[in-house]
């Protein structure tokens, strides 16, 4: 009895935040899902007369999706962005995080300027970087090059992971900071007595104990990396096929007034999105869930 009392007084307590996020989740997803049914416009039937407004056409959007070039090539880039962002983020994320982690003078000083790209605004920032990128600017005269990076093609890209990278890799940084700080100094004691040098000490007391911390800041960019938009579309442009992701796609397309093929470009990127985020939460055992499950099996053969 007290464990069903408690099950519908949580229940209870949690009803308002499930209402509101049906309200500001759930209704734009089945409305999205729905206009991607549906195309607009003035076309012409079977017939030979133009039929006017919104037709029903089931799953042609999508298969016009799949069928299409300019999806593949947005998803590739969407696919590109993630996977080296967000890899070159943990590694200068981890290397911020135990430099400021480090008891030395100016400690603070030094940890306000790291944070500062995290705190600048993306569209900011995407203007920074391309004063930066243009032709006569700071990149190619450092380098002593006559790049396009801001035009299109192979620049482009990487100009848009340097500047991603630059402006989140102290968000990963932040996350791992406090992980660290949660690590007693006597178990680096330990591992000093027992002749651990700093390198082991990294590989078996650091990084086992941040993981937590990591995982999650991992899982947030990867999230957050799949749906860049504003970034890109200001550092170098829309319809620039080098750099345009889904997001970029399904504004273009809504953009057009063709909001059933948005529409479905949007689906398909929120699919995407959560098939990565569970893949990412089975493989790395951060299965909430199960491990309830597991725990109340536990208690009740108990």
């Not at 300027?113 to 569209?123: D, H």
Request: with cysteine; proline share 3%; net charge neutral.
């Amino acid at each position: 009895m007290a464990r069903s009392s408690q099950g519908r007084t949580a229940a209870l307590l949690l009803s308002p935040t499930v209402l509101v996020l049906g309200l500001v989740v759930g209704y734009p997803l089945l409305a999205a899902l729905r206009e991607s049914l549906y195309r607009s416009g003035d076309e012409i039937d079977e017939s030979g007369f133009i039929v006017t407004g919104d037709r029903f056409v089931g799953a042609d959007n999508f298969a016009d999706a799949f069928t299409g070039d300019r999806f593949w090539n947005a998803f590739g880039n969407t696919t590109l962005f993630t996977v080296t962002t967000v890899t070159a983020e943990v590694i200068i994320g981890v290397a911020m995080a135990l430099v400021m982690h480090r008891a030395m003078r100016g400690r603070a000083l030094v940890r306000a300027s790291i944070l500062v790209p995290w705190a600048i605004p993306t569209a900011v920032a995407g203007l920074l970087w391309q004063w930066i990128f243009q032709s006569n600017g700071v990149a190619n005269a450092v380098l002593g090059t006559d790049l396009l990076w801001t035009a299109d093609g192979w620049a482009s890209q990487l100009a848009v992971i340097i500047a991603d990278t630059w402006k989140t890799a102290p968000f990963v940084g932040l996350l791992v900071l406090a992980g660290l700080q949660l690590i007693p100094n006597d178990v680096y004691e330990a591992a000093r007595l027992d002749g651990a040098s700093g390198w082991q000490q990294f590989w078996r007391v650091t990084l086992p104990l941040v993981k937590p911390a990591l995982l999650v800041a991992v899982l947030f960019r990867l999230l957050d990396a799949l749906r860049m938009f504003d970034l890109p579309f200001v550092l170098v442009g829309a319809q620039k096929a080098s750099v345009e992701t889904l997001s970029m796609l399904a504004w273009d397309e809504a953009n057009q007034v063709r909001y059933g093929p948005a529409a479905a470009y949007a689906v398909l990127l929120f699919c995407y999105i959560a098939v990565v985020a569970f893949v990412f939460v089975k493989l790395l055992g951060a299965d909430l869930l199960g491990e309830r499950r597991a725990r109340r099996t536990s208690e009740v053969s108990a």
